[in-house]
Structure formats: C-alpha cells, structure tokens
C-alpha cells in the first residue's frame, strides 16, 4: 500500500520547520487582530474584515503549502529510489537478453558440436584444444568465468574451471536443456559452482547431425562480479541507500551491501509503483520496487529490484547543487504556480490593507496614532509572512527543481550504460566470429561456391543478430568474399572494402584486438553514418592473415531505441554526442541540434524557442574492459534535456519595496505622498487626494476607449457606492502591459471639485506606502512633457535611509475626465 505523506511528515525536518513557523505567524495574526479591536475599535473597523479574511486565506494557504511540501518531498525520494531500482533491474534484464542469444548460439558451434559427438578416447585427445577454444570465447566474453560441456548423463566433458573436480553433474539444467527447445536459465545452489554455491547458469542442449541431444552447454555467469558493476554505477554518495534484488519470495538474491541487507534475508512484500513504508530488521524504511519490464521478448529470471533507505535518514537534503538561485527557475508546476498565485494575491491584500491604514491615519493625531501603532504591526506581520511563506515557496521550488535535475543526471547515466554495455558486445562478436573455421575456410578457397557458403553463414549469424546491418567477410588483399544480405543484382561480392579497414585489420596483433571505423557513412550500409567493427581472420595453420571480418552495426536504429527507452514519455530529448558536438542520435534531431548541449558541467540550463530546459551529461565511460583496457574510446556522451517550462511560467520578478522614514534636515517641508509602483517606475501621488487602494475585481471594460481608458468601476462612497472610470498608469507612462496582463490595484482619486466624492480611477501594479518627501527637493518636470504627459508635476529623489529612489510626482486633477481623458499615450517615460 502506498504511503501518504502526512504518515512520514514527521520526519520531514524542513517541513515541520516550516510548520511551526507559519503557525506562529497564523498566532501573531490573531493577536493584532484582537488588540486593534480593543484598541481603536471605531478607527480600524474598515480594514477589520479585510484583515479576518486575510488570515483566514493564508492559514488556508499555509496548509496547502505544507501538504505540496510533504508531498513534493516524498515525490522527489521516490523518484531517486525508483531511478536506482529501475536501472538496477533494466541494465541487469538487457545484459541477461545477451546471455540467452551467447548460450544459444555457442551451442551451434561447429567445433563444439564436433567434440561433443566424438568417440570418448578421441574427445579426450582433442580436449586440450576444446579448453583453448572454450578459453578464446570466456576472454572475449567476459561476463562468464567458466563454460562447461557436459554430456547427456552430466559427465563434464571439458570446462574452463580448472579447480573444479566434479566429474558428473547432478543438476537439473542438464535434464532441463535437454528436454527444452531453446535456452534454460537457472539461479540457485548448483554442483557446477565452488563449494555447491549458487550460481546463474545459462544452458542449452548440443545436438548431432540427426538432431539428436550429444551434449548440454552450460554458460555460468559471473553474476556478483556483474551486479557489483550494476550497483557501483547507481550507487548514491552518502550510501545511505539499500539496493537489492528479490526473488519470487521475497528473498534477496544480491545486495548492494550484505553487511546492512545481506542476500538470502527475506523482505516484506514492497507492491511496485509508488513509495511505501517496510520495515526490516526492526528498522522502519521508505520503498520503492520496479519489476522486470522485460526486454525484446526476454522478461528476465522473475526478479525484482528493490531500493530503500531508513526512515531516519530519508529525507536529508540528498542534492548538493541544490543552490538559492533555483527558486528563479521557470517550472510548470500547478501546485506551485498557485501557492505563488494565492500568495501574490494575500500579500497584495496586506499591502492595500496597510496602505490604505496609513492613508486614513496620515496627519492625525489621538486614536488615529494608536491605528498607526497598529498598522505598524501589521505591517511587520505582513513582511515576516511574505518572508517565511516566499522561504517555503522557495524550499517547495527547490525540492520541483532538484527533482528534474536529478532525473536528468539519472537518465543521461542510464543512457551512456546502456550505450557502453551494447557495443561491449559489439566487440566481442567480432572476435569471435573471427576465429569460426567456416570463416577461415571460405577464405582459402575461392569461387561461387565459397562466396556463396560464406554468404549462408553470414544470412544465419545475421538473422540470429539482427543489431546489424551487414556482415562481411573480406582477403588479406581487402576483397569482398562472402556477405550477408547480398542481392545477386547488386552483388557486392569480389569488390573492395575501404582501404582503412584492411589497413586497420593488418595492425591487429592478436585475437583479443579489434578495431572500429569513424561514425562514417559506408557504401555496405543505407542506413546512415554507423560503426563497423573489425576483427582478423587468421589461417588455420600458421596463424597468417588471411583476411577480416566487418560486422556493420546499424546506429540509427539501435541508438534512437535506446534514447526513446530511457526517455520514455517525458517531454524533452535524448541524444548521443561525440567529442566534437556532433549529435550521433537523438530522439529529436532538429531539436538536438539547434539546443546548446555543449556545456561543460556535469547539469546545465537553456532556454530554445522560449522553453527552458535542465541538461545532464555523462560520459561514456566504457563497460568492463571495454574502452577501459582496450585502448579504444569513441568520445561520446549521453544528453538528456527535460522541459521545465515557459517564460511566462517563470515566478514574478521583485517587486520595488520602499519602506523606512526619511531623513529630516533643517527646513524641512513635508509634503505627504502616496507611492505606488508602475511598471519598474516609482510614482507618488499627493496623500490629501488619495481615497484609498481596491481591487480591481468588477471592473467593466468600455471598448474603443482612447489612451489609457480601461472601463468603470463600482468604489464604496458614503455607505453606498459610485461609479467611476479607471485610466492604466502603465498606458500612460507608455509601458508595456506584463506578460498575463495582472490586476493590479486600483488607486481611487478624490475629485478635485468635490473632495469628498471619488472622481477616477488609476489602476497601478502596486502599492508602497504612505511617506513624506521635502517639497524643496521638487525638480521641475523635463522640458518638453507638458504636451506630452500634462499630469507630470515633478521628479524628486526620495532618501530612505542609505539609498535614493527617483519619484515621478503625479498631478491628480491633471487626470480627471475632462482634464486628461483624452491625453494620447506618450512614449516620455518608455525606457523604463
């Protein structure tokens, strides 16, 4: 059963940090809210409502933002355990698909068949040499570390294992691949291990001539040694984590660290799917367990990949590149976008309430300084909450963002292993089949006969390994002898290979070597710039050259399977890079190429066609000797780029807060003034004309209005309301409306005629605060802007403690219908 989050969210320390915060602040809510009624009841009576409803909303807020933390937490642990199980059982499933087709085809082996069907006294003669064979294939692949060959009745009729003295198995993969049509595969205790211990073995019956059974091939798999590679490669940095692999009852086949889960110990059942809580060894855990989901038919030995971490421990901050600027980071995230939305809108109410305070108490003495006491208060309030509730937003953003980029790391990890892991055996089969006598044969005969012999061979090596594109076999001269695929009306046959590969094969000093082409185009192949690896075929007598193999591996096709599987249904890319920024494959080409993946951290961001992205890189850093020992590297990386959203997804950028007394010098004039923000431009208003700061909800937009005209709105008056219009400051100051175009706030003008009614409207992108500036300092308005912006009355440098912010001091009557309305939209004030 899955876990909710409020069952672990006591071992959430951010989150409960964050908790008992917010209920503080909810508790210092309460508390101005019952001091200002018992205070100055008559004075904050209009604001009283707004403020119950405000802390109603964010102690609604708070609670959904304290579950969206809970439970982005648990999301981004079930991502990073789902990561290690699912590349565990993934890596491990695609590797023992190779093991099904080696024991298979190794069982068709000539040489190996013609042992097995030897007089008793003869195969004994010849069993050095099956050894010697048996040793060339173990070298090359070196994911087992012994072959054996049995007869019917299990005599070991040779073995790479030179320690073991068994004689005669009594297992039951003989009689099992035996009677079985194809492959069997076995895990447990066997007499065909050291000691009688487990083993995974991969067997298959040898049949003669007449299809009758001569012998088992039993292939034994070096599976510690393998899930070791496995769980070094998806290991976490701390080691906190638990990995292991379960059987079909529940008992643990391999483990990351016996000393903490050792194998054999028996698990509570984890259902795949989602984060839920076990327990084991009487500490309590957090789960995640991915089947098998089979690969190319192969479903793997019915296992299952398992990873957990202690309930203690599990929700540390596992992301050290988590940094405070990934708060800024554009993500499409519903919850979070309205947490911010809900919260924008509280703050803004708290604002106006304030605002609008300190307008009613500007210049009053009595009760109207005890409104100010508490205004005061509220306003500390309201900056501690914006604080600590944008410190959880950013915490919650954080969580989002790490997530996307861990999964980025995880995926493009996946990728380059995969990659490794496939051509690995790319390079064994080469070898391999380099060292088959029907291929050193065809070679030392010559004509329509030979080529066509070659020709079947390489038809059936083809058909069973359809990874490739073609297969050829070509003279120590670099002549086409015998190739799969051939079509008689354009036979390649008696032509040339490219002189690099001869020149290529003849520097191979010996069966372990290979060599590989450039990412090129080759004639032997449509399907686009691949690999072809090379292998020499010697002569059976002196060990002379006698030619080469090129086995054609087709890239498009495999590479893009590879990148749409780690993909998957994630909207982004997946691509393949070389060293020089070429993109070898991708999910998307257009979009690999045109996006900026030549970055040269480990994670990157980037912005195409107005999305933003989060990269990873990793290399690929070969598997097992491959491209580790070998002295061959193709330089390449895997890229995956995960959508993280749009710009108009992108959190609000700061607002303009100013905020503090300014400084008095002698002969100072005060001249209260309104400031409110438009745009990034601070104007100020005279306070004596200002009535008070509304929403601008229920506004009734009038179409073909000219200039800065938005419509009419209803504003309380009286004890009842009236109608008044509302001009855009933002249309008047000639900037640009925001992306989404947001309310704002509406600032409710006194008519100049009739003080006490409402004579307009000026809707503005914020309110900040009620303060005084020394008339003297009032700079005239710029030349020239009385026929383009009549309403400028003046520029003034507002001081605020240390800093000065530059005031554009509004003219109200200048506004009013009648004055104003028909004031075209001027482009003065455009830079801003």
Known sequence: METTPEEVSACMHRVQQAERDLRELGTVWRTIEAAAAISCPEEVAPILPTLVSTRERFESLQQRLIGDMAAESMAALGDELTAKARCAIDILVRNLFERTADVGFLATDEVVRRFCALPATQREAEREAMVARLREYQAKYTVYDDVILLDPQGVVLARLDPDEGLARSADRLVAGALAAGGYVEQHGLTDLQRGGQAALLYGHRITGATGTPIGVLVLRFRFDDEMAHVFDGVADVRREMALVLLDGQQRVVATMDGAHVPVGARLGRVEPGGLALTSFAGREYLAVCCDARGYQGYAGPGWRAQAMVSLLTAFRDRDPQAGAADHEVP?????????????????????????????????????????????????????????????????????????????????????????????????????????????????????????????????????????????????????????????????????????????????????????????????????????????????????????????????????????????????????????????????????????????DNATAMFELDGVHYVAAQAPAAGYREFKRGDGYDNHVRAVVALRLGTASSAPPADRLDIEGSPRRTAGHQPLEVALVRIGSLCAGLPAASVMEAVSPAGLVPLPGRPGGALGLLEVPWGGSSSLVHVSCARRLFGLQAPAGDPAGVVVVLRDPRQPERPGLGLRVDDVLSITEFDARSLHPAPAGSASRAPWLAGLFDLQTGSSATLVQLIDPARLMPGAAAEIETPALFATA
């Open 331 to 599: 993500l499409e995230h519903a919850a979070l976008q309205a947490i911010n939305h809900d919260a924008d809108a509280i703050d803004s109410d708290l604002r106006r309430v304030v605002w609008n305070g300190r307008l009613m108490a500007s210049g009053q003495h009595g009760d109207r300084l005890r409104l100010k006491a508490v205004l005061g208060q509220v306003n500390t309030a309201s900056v501690r909450t914006r604080q600590r509730v944008g410190q959880a937003i950013q915490d919650l953003t954080r969580t989002a963002f790490s997530r996307s980029r861990r999964r980025c790391g995880d995926l493009a990890r996946l990728a380059a292993d995969i990659m490794d892991r496939n051509l690995y055996e790319r390079a064994n089969d080469c070898r391999w089949w380099a060292l088959s006598p029907a291929m050193q044969q065809g070679l030392q005969i010559q004509g329509p006969q030979a080529a066509a012999s070659l020709n079947r061979v390489l038809d059936h090596i083809n058909g069973l390994y359809t990874v490739y594109s073609r297969l050829v076999v070509f003279d120590a001269g670099g002549v086409i002898r015998g190739a799969s695929c051939d079509d008689e009306a354009a036979s390649i046959i008696d032509t040339a290979v490219d002189p690099r590969w001869l020149h290529a094969v003849r520097g191979l000093t010996g069966s372990q070597h290979y060599a590989v082409s450039d990412f090129e185009d080759t004639p032997l192949h449509a399907g686009g710039p691949t690999y072809t690896y090379l292998a020499a075929v010697r002569h059976q007598s002196g060990g002379g050259l006698a030619g080469g193999v090129a086995i054609v591996f087709h890239a498009a096709r495999e590479f893009e399977a590879m990148l749409h599987d780690v993909l998957g249904p994630r909207t982004g890319l997946a691509a393949f890079i070389d060293g020089t920024g070429r993109v070898l494959a991708a999910t998307d080409t257009a979009l690999a190429r045109r996006a900026p993946l030549a970055f």
